[in-house]
């Protein structure tokens, strides 16, 4: 079974980078066709996908946030990261990491709060 968890700050100042990891286990973050990707949900709204490493080595991101964001991998600690530059209050919310095969495992969220 495909478990992930986020790790991170849950306090972050305006103007800095939010970094977040998720670690992989019961599965290789190498297989095949397996893509992995960042999601986050601000307070009161719908979630929205940020950005995707793709099986191939391709990064996808979202065309609102892409001059700011950053997905990369570490495969020796089957682990990938995520990379938001610039924050504002506006990026407040629970961030998700999810994977495999069409977003089939997730892990549960970390809140991130943007404040001075």
């Known amino acids: 079974q495909v478990q992930l968890q986020e790790s991170g700050p849950g306090l972050v100042k305006p103007s800095q980078t939010l970094s977040l990891t998720c670690t992989v286990s019961?599965?290789?973050?190498?297989?095949?066709?397996?893509?992995w990707s960042w999601i986050r949900q601000p307070p009161g709204k719908g979630l929205e996908w940020m950005g995707t490493?793709?099986?191939?080595?391709?990064?996808y991101y979202s065309p609102s946030l892409k001059r700011r964001t950053s997905i990369s991998t570490d495969t020796g600690k089957n682990q990938f990261t995520l990379q938001l530059s610039s924050v504002t209050p506006e990026d407040t919310a629970v961030y998700y990491c999810?994977?495999?095969?069409?977003?089939?495992?997730w892990g549960q969220g970390t809140q991130v709060t943007v404040s001075s």
């Open positions: 490493f793709a099986y191939e080595g391709i990064n």
């Open positions: 019961g599965g290789s973050i190498t297989t095949t066709y397996y893509n």
């Open positions: 999810a994977g495999g095969l069409n977003f089939a495992y």
